[in-house]
């Protein structure tokens, strides 16, 4: 059996590829060229608006080494043992270049960085937390690309929210706890997620609920008497993440009904049932 041809680790390596590509009438040679030259700040606003077409035509169907040769040809990386990274490899193997935009798309959206909500919040953010959306938010500034038919769950606790909408909703919730003192909210918390109108994941900065920092809980603001624990860190709900990617349970298909409710096989709400569960009693 012929052993399969190496991998080029580097942008040079895969200009070479790319010739090859261009040769045998494969357009995403040229996609490759053009992510060099715009990495290497030489495209002019054709260069970039002919790579624009090209990745809305063939992002959707373009995964492993070639998705790899186009991220690595504009100067990205792959492989690495961070959990961020991990979802990016499997994101470009087993989906598509398209997925990879879309999901860093959400994540990365807005002008906010981490550092700075973590400075104006007055609290410390898990290593992970800042991997994860400076990741997303540099692979958004590059591909500023919508593919409508790739979502998210816009409604549960997997759906990632932006940095922006971490700090917005924070300090929401820290109004509230103003005007209304006996609101659970403690002043280490930091939204993670919200869905289904009553339910909050919430990460524990300061170790205001167990007095162990960087737990996520549960939250059902509207009843109920308990915190739940739900991750023991960040990088412990990022992993899951992972896991839903790799069970291709993550994207929400295209067909599906918005108002459907899940149901008890749901890979999504069993991700969230499996715990480390444990309740606090509200303080």
Do not use: C
């Not at 030259?37 to 990745?55: E, M």
């Amino acid at each position: 059996m012929p052993k399969k041809p190496k991998e080029p680790r580097n942008a040079a390596g895969w200009l070479v590829e790319a010739d090859a590509m261009i040769e045998a009438g494969d357009p995403r040679g040229e996609l490759i060229v053009l992510e060099e030259r715009i990495a290497r700040g030489g495209a002019d606003a054709t260069a970039r608006k002919r790579r624009a077409q090209l990745l809305r035509k063939h992002a959707a169907g373009t995964k492993g080494r070639v998705a790899r040769g186009v991220l690595v040809a504009g100067g990205g990386r792959v492989g690495g043992d961070a959990v961020h990274e991990r979802i990016q490899d499997v994101l470009l193997e087993r989906y598509s270049l398209a997925h990879l935009i879309a999901f860093a798309s959400g994540a990365g959206a807005g002008k906010t960085d981490a550092r700075t909500v973590e400075e104006r919040l007055a609290v410390t953010l898990p290593a992970s937390l800042h991997g994860l959306y400076g990741w997303a938010r540099g692979l958004a500034a590059r591909f500023a690309l919508r593919f409508e038919r790739i979502r998210v769950r816009e409604d549960g606790a997997f759906g990632l929210a932006s940095v922006e909408e971490i700090r917005r909703d924070t300090e929401m919730w820290r109004t509230i706890q103003r005007e209304q003192p006996d609101r659970e909210w403690r002043p280490g918390f930091v939204h993670v997620a919200s869905w289904g109108g009553a339910y909050e994941m919430i990460l524990d900065a300061r170790g205001d609920v167990a007095k162990r920092k960087g737990q996520l809980f549960y939250w059902d603001f509207k009843g109920g008497s308990t915190y739940n624990r739900a991750f023991t860190s960040y990088d412990a709900y990022l992993e899951t993440i992972l896991r839903l990617l790799e069970k291709e349970a993550y994207f929400a298909r295209a067909d599906a009904d918005e108002e459907e409710e899940p149901d008890d096989d749901d890979p999504w709400f069993d991700a969230l049932r499996r715990g480390p569960w444990r309740s606090y009693p509200f303080a």
